[in-house]
């Protein structure tokens, strides 16, 4: 899959994608991701990419024809998905997480200052997400979360030990608490069924812990079963 960064700060983004989990992929070509510094795509000579808002107010908005240029300048077609991400967007999901690394590449457009010009938005956009319910500086964060999460999805990105199956989410409750060795730590001994070699007891176990913390943390998990 391939991923392009619409951006003002690219090395924001080429340096949390060369590490970890994800650099591995893209060295093993499994995961690609290319960053367009929209500041290359200005008109102007001083290279200029925001501007104040018509109709007053505070902040900076960015400008129309620089986002534009920068994405006409990957040729796509129509039917590659432009996720802007956004504070006002929907709420990113595993679900959507799955249904992203479905697609064979994603544009992803990153916003700065207070916003960007509402009619590249509705030339260019067909998804608007948020990472959450809080305001960041800007969208490089978000774009890598987006990228971290959409890349595990795709077959080969993880190992069999890095496997996503039984984690939070999946089957919509969260995950089950993990121990390894050593058997006895600070006095807290690991719970002797895990200990029994009874996969049966140890799977029934598991999915006991599993709802007793989603009831206790996430009780809306619950309710979004019914
Ligand atoms: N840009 C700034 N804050 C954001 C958020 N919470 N989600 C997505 N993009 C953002």
Not at 65 to 75: D, G, K, R, T
Not at 146 to 169: Q, T, Y
Not at 187 to 201: A, I, Q, T
Request: proline share 5%.
């Amino acid at each position: 899959m391939k991923f392009y960064v619409l951006t003002l700060f690219p090395k924001m983004i080429e340096g949390f994608v060369s590490e970890s989990i994800i650099g591995r992929a893209k060295e093993n070509n499994i995961v690609d991701v290319e960053c367009i510094n929209i500041r290359d795509f200005t008109e102007n000579k001083h290279k200029k990419v925001d501007d104040y808002p018509y109709g007053g107010g505070a902040g900076m908005v960015m400008q129309a024809p620089p986002v534009y240029n920068a994405y006409e300048s990957l040729q796509k077609d129509k039917k590659v998905r432009v996720v802007f991400v956004t504070p006002s967007g929907k709420t990113f999901t595993q679900n959507m997480a799955k249904e992203f690394a479905s697609q064979e590449e994603l544009i992803i457009l990153c916003g700065h200052y207070e916003g960007v010009d509402e009619r590249v938005l509705e030339e260019i956009v067909t998804d608007e997400i948020s990472i959450g319910d809080y305001v960041l500086t800007g969208g490089e964060i978000p774009a890598c979360v987006l990228i971290d999460a959409i890349a595990r999805l795709i077959p080969g990105v993880l190992n069999k030990e890095e496997s996503f199956e039984n984690e939070s989410f999946e089957n919509n409750l969260l995950e089950y608490p993990q121990y390894t060795r050593p058997p006895v730590f600070m006095g807290r001994e690991v719970p002797e069924v895990l200990l029994s070699g009874h996969h049966k007891n140890v799977a029934k176990w598991r999915l006991e812990k599993s709802l007793e913390k989603t009831k206790r943390v996430r009780p809306d998990m619950l309710d979004a079963k019914l």
